[in-house]
């Protein structure tokens, strides 16, 4: 392992900026991501439900 | 049992097989992610050349890989539910185009992020990058034309059409670092072997795995949600609704 210590793994050699700034957002990309399909999933199932109901009365 | 493939492509027994395989590709590409990031961080020596900025890479090709491969996958399925009229295959295509623009804008923000140390500039008008500017713009032009109209199945086949028109641009993304003077360096990995540290290699295929199965599962989840509303009127759905 090339760390020293833990500020040396956020410095990532001068390039922390750089390379958490992509880890970061990927990361941000990827939770924003399953947060809208599980929400979605949810949503659709709920609003067929409430639409069957008012189909059946 | 033989493996029915015209049983699997109703949407009504596509939906339950779905549901299954969703965890093992989400845990798969959770623990193939732990791993390729352990790598990519822990085991991966320095780069001799571009310091630590190269950690990016291990986000940044299978990134760059997803956005044009979902892209063939899109237009794969688009051919045949425009030459098969089959129901499921323009679900698989509206399935994937958000995990696709997704993985693109990725690629493209990594890019732009190892490019200013290394290039000194975020972005360049070269051909990779312009041309993988180009299919996000596809991506996102898709969406847009998906949710312009109204009518499901006037929707599809434009969809398709534009899908299909555009992939041209994914051969043109991959052989740019060759057909043209591009800053963008050329691609590491060839059929002929590879330039790179294995242990670097590894760490990035590994994480090109979990894309990949992150992929799916997205795709997957997404192509549940859209068989719901499209059957929403079939009877095993209005079971569903009752559970």
Redesign the interface.
Known sequence: MQWASLSDFWAMGGYGLYVWGSYLVTFAAIVLEIILLRHGHKDTLRRLRRMRRWEEQ | MAFNLYYYAAPATFYGLAGRLIPWFAWGSAVLAAIGLYIG???A??DFQQ???Y??IF??VP?AWMGMFIYLVMAFWSAIGLAFKTRLSFMMARALA??GA?FT??SL??GA??G??MWGTWWVWDARLTSTLILLFLYIGILALWAAIDDRNRGDKAGALLTLIGAVNVPIIYFSVQWWNTLHQGASIKPSGTSMDEIMLAGMLIMAAAAWF?AIA?AL??V??II??RE?HTDW??R??EQ
């Open positions: 961080f822990f085991v020596p320095t310091g630590e900025a950690r990016v986000i940044h990134a958000p995990t997704m804008f990725i923000w990594t992020l190892w200013k140390p992150y997205a989840t997404r549940r949600t719901l509303e929403r759905v209005k569903i609704l």
